[in-house]
């Protein structure tokens, strides 16, 4: 199976629970992340009243312009990725602050019949995807005929869950950057932020910086008071790409 391009759900988001005795004067619309986020910067000065008369949306805007960056760190958001590639999950874990990460395992999971990212600079190229194809099959085809030789070295293990532990850490050797696989990410919206801006910037690699957008796309939807100041545009390699207006707080 190829992936033509990544699938992303988003499997978690915040639940914001207001106290009671400290209500806050919203205005406007907001979303649970953007309320907990305005609540806990609101806490530092006690301004529930909310005397400026702003909408959650001014309140956060406001928030990013003075680099006020720690009270987004409480709402977390966790996106299932699908149908990227293993090249692509090694530039992503480079996020470190912020961010949690559960991927599929090649040592536990059998990848005879894994799926195989078509690398986006490719995609529409007959010639090159043939060439490329040709490669992902020969490599998978490796990859199995190790896996059986390896059981069969190995067949004096006798905890056979070992033993195919051994044969595919082994084996996977073989297998491409292409190769696809699952990821969970939860990150907080100030380090979303961190990566999406370096990652849809237009010297990020193709399918990371593809990603990066569907992400900031999606993550819009969710907070628009967290992610709204990141504007995707068409840059002259004619692939999208992302500029953010309150850079790194
Ligand atoms: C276009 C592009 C090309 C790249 N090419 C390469 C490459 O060729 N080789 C390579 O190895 N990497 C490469 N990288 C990865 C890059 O070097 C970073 O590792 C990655 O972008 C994560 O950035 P970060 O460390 O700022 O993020 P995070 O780890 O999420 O950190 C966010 C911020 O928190 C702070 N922070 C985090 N950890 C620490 C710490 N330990 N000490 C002090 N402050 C900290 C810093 O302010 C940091 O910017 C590339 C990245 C991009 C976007």
Redesign the pocket.
Same mark, same amino acid.
Request: no cysteine; aromatic share 6%.
């Given at each position: 199976m190829l992936y033509y391009e990544p699938r992303l759900t988003v499997i978690a988001r915040p639940a914001f629970s207001e106290p009671a005795h400290l209500p806050v004067q919203w205005g406007g619309e907001g979303t649970d992340g953007e309320h907990l986020a305005e609540f806990a910067g609101r806490l530092c000065y006690m301004s529930q009243r909310n005397p400026a008369g702003r909408t959650t949306r001014e309140y956060l805007v406001n928030i990013l312009k003075q680099g006020h960056g720690s009270v987004l760190e409480h709402a977390n958001y966790s996106l299932l990725l699908e149908g990227v590639s293993r090249s692509l999950t090694h +530039?992503l874990v #480079?996020? #470190? *602050? =912020?961010?949690a990460y559960s991927q599929l395992s090649q040592r536990y999971v059998d990848e005879s019949e894994a799926a195989f990212v078509v690398p986006p600079a490719i995609i529409g190229d007959t010639a090159l995807e043939s060439a490329w194809k040709t490669q992902i099959e020969s490599a998978q085809q490796a990859y199995v005929a190790l896996v059986s030789e390896l059981m069969a070295r190995y067949a004096w293990v006798d905890d056979k869950v070992h033993r195919r532990k051994m044969a595919r850490e082994a084996a996977r050797g073989v297998l491409p950057n292409s190769t696809e696989t699952k990821i969970v990410v939860t990150a907080n919206a100030r *380090?979303w932020r961190?990566?999406l801006e370096? #990652?849809s910037?237009e =010297?990020? +690699?193709l399918e990371i910086r593809r990603l990066a957008v569907l992400a900031i796309r999606v993550l819009q939807a969710e907070a628009p008071g967290f992610f709204g100041d990141l504007e995707v545009y068409t840059a002259d390699d004619r692939r999208e790409a992302a500029r953010i207006t309150y850079h790194?707080v």
């Open positions: +530039e #480079r996020h #470190r *602050a =912020g961010f *380090a961190t990566m370096l #990652r910037s =010297g990020a +690699e790194k």
